[in-house]
């Protein structure tokens, strides 16, 4: 598998999450994803798995949920309105400690909002979501061959930490085509999953579940939980840093918005500006070390969004001490997207 | 001396949390009955439910995967596709299945999915205090329909099992209860018969349990156990409303 692709985001997506041993998927159509579901319908058959297109959101991240506690490798996916659906059920497996991948291709809201490129979910997805207090993987693809590896690697963080996994992309790298190199899923090694369901014949009762009733139960199963997400901070958190070394101003960017800071990044340098940027990949866990490092000598950092200044509050928790923090966003919409030029004026402000 | 009877192994030895006079106890047991008679408790996974019943896992002897409220025909779903040789139950309350997981019960039953679902109705949101629940009775008082329900504000109470019977993917839908000996061995037969379509992959099955509710009902258990058969057999009859296969 080392010939070059030229694929769509979610048609790259749904290749990955095959790949990486996924057979059972539930869902319910909604734009911009509606490719993912289409592709596990024609392909889950033909491998022996399943494809069940679901009665709502609500109904798929349960069945999900029924796969997962059976041990399956398992997906849904959605777009904002549709994830929100599914936070009951993310916030379930997340206390019953169920790995599964979901997928949010973000679009623009509030409410019905719109179907252009957003990234107005990250608060909903990197800090719980649902009700109770947790928190979820999530990776931040910026291009089609990344939708390609972060799916791969979010069946095995989520199956190695027992936490449910969130790709969260948006319109702009779900819809646009672009080539990539797909590859077999590299070897990791994964601890066996000694509490599925799988009938009593097969040894003691197991029960997979979220209440605990008994004194300091819960908050001992709390305890357990969050000392997992601080091993996530320290062992997983993943960016990519570009022309940092010698930046008199990072820009910090995740996702599309990236992409376009890029390429601002780029005409900045052209000009003479010591530019560089910073892209956190998993946004949970926030790369922390990576803005402290960073920051440690640049101390200026210019957070660029599509939308009006989420990550932004994690950028300034993480930076050093004396760093300024900037903000640019555009909360999304038709003809919403910045363009790089715009970008560039940004940065030429702050510099 | 020649043992006649004794407790299902598919349950513990355990005291159930129950109210006094609760026929959840009794459909535990019966369950449970069935699931001997069938030997399907090595290859069972039950999906529990929000509300009194659940505590499943701590009464039957079982892997167990806990659901949403009104979620479990969808848990139990993903379940099934996963793993299509188990045997898979659901155990739901009148909120949890005919109000908040309408939308579940109704296409998992479409599907026909290959799964059966014991239904417990008892007219009431039992665990959070006796609430008016889709199937409470018209007239009757609850916590939230203080002055009785109320048909033309409320809706009338839902029957389910006929309501699903009607569906193309269900394979067998029935109603029963344990108020007296004879409708507790026509219960004991029905709940078998649903579990033998799961246990022949013939699809999906249905059994509706009328239940008593002491405590919510604010009666003591032999005049709740009376309602069973006076009011609520009245407006939910008993019988057999779907048998495809004639099993």
């Not at chain 2, 069972?44 to 409220?69: K, M, N, Q, R």
């Not at chain 2, 569906?167 to 037969?189: I, Y």
Request: charged share 20%; aromatic share 10%.
């Amino acid at each position: 598998m080392t010939k070059r692709l030229f694929m769509k985001g979610n048609e790259a997506l749904a290749m990955a999450a095959i790949e990486a041993g996924c057979r059972y998927y539930f869902g319910y159509p909604i734009t911009p994803q509606s490719d993912i579901p289409e592709y596990m319908s024609r392909e889950l058959p033909r491998l022996g798995g399943e494809f069940v297109q679901a009665e709502s959101e609500v109904a798929s991240i349960n069945m999900l949920l029924g796969a997962s506690a059976t041990g399956a490798r398992a997906m849904t996916s959605s777009s904002s309105p549709g994830i929100s659906l599914k936070q009951e059920g993310i916030s379930y497996m997340a206390g019953a400690e169920l790995p599964g991948v979901i997928v949010n291709i973000c679009r623009s809201g509030p409410g019905l909002g719109g179907i252009d490129a957003s990234q107005a979910d990250y608060f909903q997805a990197v800090k719980g979501g649902g009700h109770g207090g947790y928190h979820i993987i999530v990776l931040a693809p910026s291009s089609v061959q990344e939708m390609y590896d972060l799916t791969m690697l979010a069946f095995d963080l989520s199956d190695q930490y027992r936490i449910p996994a969130m790709v969260f992309g948006d319109s702009v790298v779900g819809q646009m085509k672009e080539s990539f190199v797909p590859h077999p899923r590299p070897a990791r090694e994964l601890p066996p999953k000694e509490w599925v369901v799988r009938g009593r014949q097969h040894g003691e009762q197991r029960v997979v579940k979220s209440l605990y009733l008994g004194d300091g139960e819960l908050e001992a199963h709390n305890w357990k939980l969050h000392a997992r997400y601080g091993e996530l901070k320290e062992k997983e958190s993943r960016w990519e840093s570009f022309l940092v070394e010698d930046a008199e101003l990072v820009v910090a960017a995740f996702g599309s918005a990236a992409r376009i800071a890029k390429s601002a990044v780029m005409a900045a340098r052209e000009r003479g500006l010591r530019v560089g940027l910073l892209r956190p990949i998993t946004l949970f866990p926030f790369p922390e070390q990576a803005f402290r490092a960073v920051t440690a000598r640049c101390k200026k950092v210019l957070d660029v969004e599509l939308n009006a200044g989420q990550m932004v509050e994690d950028v300034r928790l993480s930076v050093t001490c004396g760093t300024e923090v900037f903000f640019y966003g555009r909360p999304p919409g038709a003809g919403s997207l910045p363009t790089p030029e715009e970008l560039l004026g940004q940065i030429e402000k702050y510099y | 001396m020649q043992q006649v009877f004794r407790k299902p192994v598919s349950l513990k030895d355990i005291q159930t949390h129950f109210c006094p006079g609760c026929h959840h106890g009794t459909f535990h047991r019966l369950v449970a009955e069935a699931m001997d008679e069938f030997g399907v408790q090595g290859r069972t996974i039950g999906v529990a439910s929000v509300g009194c019943s659940v505590f499943l896992y701590g009464y039957f002897d079982i892997d167990v995967v806990e659901a949403p409220h009104g979620r479990a025909p969808a848990v139990a779903t993903g379940v099934k596709r996963a793993r299509p040789d188990s045997f898979v139950f659901t155990y739901q309350g009148d909120g949890d299945l005919a109000a908040i997981g309408t939308a579940e019960i109704i296409h998992a039953a479409n599907r026909g999915e290959d799964i059966t679902v014991v239904f417990v109705n008892n007219t009431t949101y039992g665990m959070t205090g006796g609430q008016m629940a889709p199937t409470t009775l018209v007239g009757q008082k609850t916590s939230t329909s203080p002055y009785g329900r109320n048909a033309g504000k409320d809706g009338s109470p839902i029957r389910m099992a006929e309501l699903l019977a009607q569906l193309e993917g269900v394979a067998f839908s029935a109603r029963v209860a344990v108020n007296t000996p004879r409708n507790l061995m026509d219960a004991k037969k029905q709940i078998k018969k649903a579990f033998r379509y799961q246990v022949e992959g013939k699809g999906f099955s249905f059994i509706e349990a009328l239940s008593s509710c002491p405590t919510n009902w604010g009666m003591d258990p032999l005049a709740a156990n009376e309602r069973v058969g006076t009011e609520m057999c009245g407006y939910f009859p008993l019988g057999v409303f779907k048998n495809t296969a004639a099993i």
